[in-house]
Nanobody
Framework: QVQLVESGGGLVQAGGSLRLSCEAS????????MGWFRQAPGKEREFLAA????????YYADSVLGRFTISRDNAENTVYLQMNSLKPEDTAVYYC??????????????????WGQGTQVTVSS
């Protein structure tokens, strides 16, 4: 089992930045992949970015490429999502998740095994 706890959400004006954190505990593995998703009201859960716990290049959804950056700190067992140039349409609950698949290219939420509780991000216009 892996436990995930997100933090860092909040209210920000359009054009601003936020950094989300996701602290992992439990039986983590270097083969795991950490991902970030979001879900806006009335919409499906959307893949944003993924990175291998062991390192390497991350993978991004087109909708956030160039604005969001995923990174990890293995010493702190934490994955981050730096979000810049935020837009009102970025408003959603943001989730971190873990897939045991080992692939950063799995974008379907059903392919992820463990989830955090989510953190709200609201971008005002």
């Amino acid at each position: 089992q892996v436990q995930l706890v997100e933090s860092g959400g909040g209210l920000v004006q359009a054009g601003g930045s936020l950094r989300l954190s996701c602290e992992a505990s439990g039986r983590t593995s270097s083969t795991y992949v950490m991902g970030w998703f979001r879900q806006a009201p009335g919409k499906e859960r959307e893949f944003l970015a993924a990175i291998r716990w062991s390192g390497g290049n991350p993978y991004y959804a087109d909708s956030v490429l160039g604005r969001f950056t995923i990174s990890r700190d293995n010493a702190e067992n934490t994955v981050y999502l730096q979000m810049n140039s935020l837009k009102p349409e970025d408003t959603a609950v943001y989730y971190c998740a873990v897939t045991r698949s080992g692939s950063i290219y799995y974008t379907g939420h059903s392919l992820y095994d463990y989830w955090g509780q989510g953190t709200q991000v609201t971008v005002s216009s």
